[in-house]
């Protein structure tokens, strides 16, 4: 074999390993960002608003002290505050490093929303920047 080919060859492979890096990681940070999502539901589950509320961003803080961050999410979210399921359905990353996550939720009440939750790196960890609901009539 040529040394041509065998360059060839290798930019060939170290191409294909680099992009399937670059696929994965993606696929990593979304499954590592879903994280914060459940561990703030069980804290919603056990009323436990005080450990929920760390997993928001500090952009949510800022509108939100803690008591009204409490009552925002009981009066919004029903669902939310009170789940008892909750499923990534699917996630994406953006290219300012931002994931959305679409979780599929079902309340204590026997109603079902998708959230989709905006997702940001901050201070070393996943925090939750925002989270936009709607009825998900189809969840099972």
Sequence with gaps: ???RRVIGIALVLVGSI???AAVAQPDKDAQAAAGPVMQQLEAF???????????ASAKVRQVFDR????QMVKRGYPEIARSTLAVVAESQVTPDGHVFLRVKVRGANGNSVEAVY???WEGGSWKINGVVARPDPGFV
């Design 1 to 3: 074999m040529s040394p």
């Design 67 to 70: 008591r009204a961050f409490e």
């Design 45 to 55: 589950r056990r009323d436990d608003y005080d450990t929920a509320y760390t997993f």
């Design 118 to 120: 905006d997702m940001i």
């Design 18 to 20: 680099t992009a399937g």
